[in-house]
């Protein structure tokens, strides 16, 4: 069987990567989504295991300071801390399937160094419209939201970086173009 491939997504929070995911894991077989570890705590819904693997701060620093390294990648990102199991990936791509790592651009540039992975970066239509789905969305505190909205445009900086460039405008049609991503990416001859 062939090793799968890692797909690295990221994307100001809020812009509606999460909901884009779904759809495209609900349409093509073969995609294995990288349950990260976090130090936030869970959001309403949210399962252990499935969304995320909830820790406490001394339990993420155990495993990110585990030689060898806990983690693939690691980053503190809106006051929290995020990291990928170097493990779990591994015993994923060794299945078949095709990885996605769903973490933010300091993640992306770590996998970046140690791997090839393919990147994509999915932008909203403008900040007004990231800010209106993110009260939408109704998960964060008045302050949360203002932290996420600031580092949003120093996360935009960073998508010239990516492969691809996705703008999650119509909700379909972002996802078509990140299935027709994955779908071409399989049918690279070397990588
Ligand atoms: P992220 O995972 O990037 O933080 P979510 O997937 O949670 O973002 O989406 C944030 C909010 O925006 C959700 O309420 C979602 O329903 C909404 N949303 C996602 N995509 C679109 C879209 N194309 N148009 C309008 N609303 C959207
Ligand atoms: P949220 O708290 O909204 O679930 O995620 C906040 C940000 O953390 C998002 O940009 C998300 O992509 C990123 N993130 C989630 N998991 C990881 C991870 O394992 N590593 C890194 N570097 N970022 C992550």
Redesign the pocket.
């Known amino acids: 069987m062939n090793e799968g491939f890692l797909l690295v997504l990221?994307?100001p929070?809020g812009c509606g990567?999460t909901t884009i995911l779904r759809q495209v894991m609900a349409d093509l077989s073969g995609l294995s989504f990288s349950v990260?570890?976090?130090t936030?705590k869970p959001r309403l819904g949210e399962e252990n295991g499935r969304d995320y693997h909830f820790v406490s701060p001394e339990q993420f620093i155990a495993l990110r300071d585990q030689q060898p390294a806990g983690f693939l990648?690691?980053?503190e990102?809106?006051g929290?801390f995020?990291?990928?199991s170097r493990q779990e990936v591994a015993q994923r791509l060794r299945a078949g399937a095709d990885v996605i790592l769903?973490?933010?651009v300091?993640?992306a540039a770590q996998v970046r160094n140690n791997a090839e992975p393919v990147t994509v970066f999915i932008a909203p239509p403008s900040l007004e419209e990231l800010e209106r789905r993110l009260r939408g969305r109704g998960t964060e505190s008045e302050e949360n939201l203002q932290r996420r909205l600031a580092n949003a445009a120093q996360e935009m900086e960073a998508a010239p970086a990516y492969t691809y460039l996705i703008v999650n405008d119509k909700l379909e049609e972002a996802v078509l173009a990140l299935k027709s991503v994955i779908i071409a990416e399989r049918c690279r001859r070397r990588r």
């Open positions: 990221s994307a929070s990567k990260s570890h976090t936030r990648e690691w980053a990102v809106h929290n995020y990291g990928t769903d973490i933010d300091q993640g």
